[in-house]
T-cell receptor, first 115, second 114 residues
Framework: AQKITQTQPGMFVQEKEAVTLDCTYD???????LFWYKQPSSGEMIFLIYQGSYDQQNATEGRYSLNFQKARKSANLVISASQLGDSAMYFC????????????FGTGTRLTIIP | DAGVTQSPTHLIKTRGQQVTLRCSPI?????VSWYQQVLGQGLQFIFQYYEKEERGRGNFPDRFSARQFPNYSSELNVNALLLGDSALYLC?????????????FGEGSWLTVV
């Protein structure tokens, strides 16, 4: 069965520091994709970054990078130079080529940036 | 360019009533999915539609139904509302379907059932 595990319910980080949010996944399918989304208190889900299982390089999007370790089945999100506006819930999610576009989500990590 | 738009933003319904939530995908996107997020929990997949056909259905009762129109917009209908249906309903769209497609979400519709 496909499963996403986020083991950090909450994190507190000093402003301007880098932060790593953990995500491990479980799948036996060779073709899959991994997403990270940010959800502020307003509720919208903001796309941050995507990594495909066959991608050779780790994905990067501005201050966001994905530390993809396929053998360990981990896809940690790294946010560099954190800002107060980064305070939010962060969700890791996985998609497969099963004929539909169902995303399997983790339980999320609440990140709080301290000034 | 407009992102995924959802309406209404907030609504309050009484138990037993019916509700219709609407979603307009990003222009050119053919795939629309619906998710439910109960307060404090993760997202649960409800439906996916691609090119007006149902591609996937999550573990939800038949009270939940959806459709996609020729312009790729979508509606989610929930009949005989229960208190437990109170949640944030999120719509997502992507250009195509499956691995390799970036999936974008709307701002959601907050449904409260009283």
């Amino acid at each position: 069965a496909q499963k996403i595990t986020q083991t950090q319910p909450g994190m507190f980080v000093q402003e301007k520091e880098a932060v790593t949010l953990d995500c491990t996944y479980d799948t036996s399918d060779p073709s899959y994709g991994l997403f990270w989304y940010k959800q502020p208190s307003s509720g919208e889900m903001i796309f941050l970054i995507y990594q495909g299982s066959y991608d050779q390089q780790n994905a990067t999007e501005g201050r966001y990078s994905l530390n993809f370790q396929k053998a360990r089945k981990s896809a940690n999100l790294v946010i560099s130079a954190s800002q107060l506006g980064d305070s939010a819930m962060y969700f890791c999610a996985m998609i497969h080529d099963f004929g539909n576009e169902k995303l399997t989500f983790g339980t999320g990590t609440r990140l709080t940036i301290i000034p | 360019d407009a992102g995924v738009t959802q309406s209404p933003t907030h609504l309050i319904k009484t138990r037993g009533q019916q509700v219709t939530l609407r979603c307009s995908p990003i222009s050119g996107h053919k795939s629309v999915s619906w998710y439910q997020q109960v307060l404090g929990q993760g997202l649960q997949f409800i439906f996916q539609y691609y090119e007006k056909e149902e591609r996937g259905r999550g573990n939800f009762p038949d009270r939940f139904s959806a459709r996609q129109f020729p312009n790729y917009s979508s509606e989610l209908n929930v009949n005989a509302l229960l208190l437990g249906d109170s949640a944030l309903y999120l719509c997502a769209s992507s250009l195509d379907s499956g691995v390799g497609n970036t999936i974008y979400f709307g701002e959601g519709s907050w449904l409260t059932v009283v």
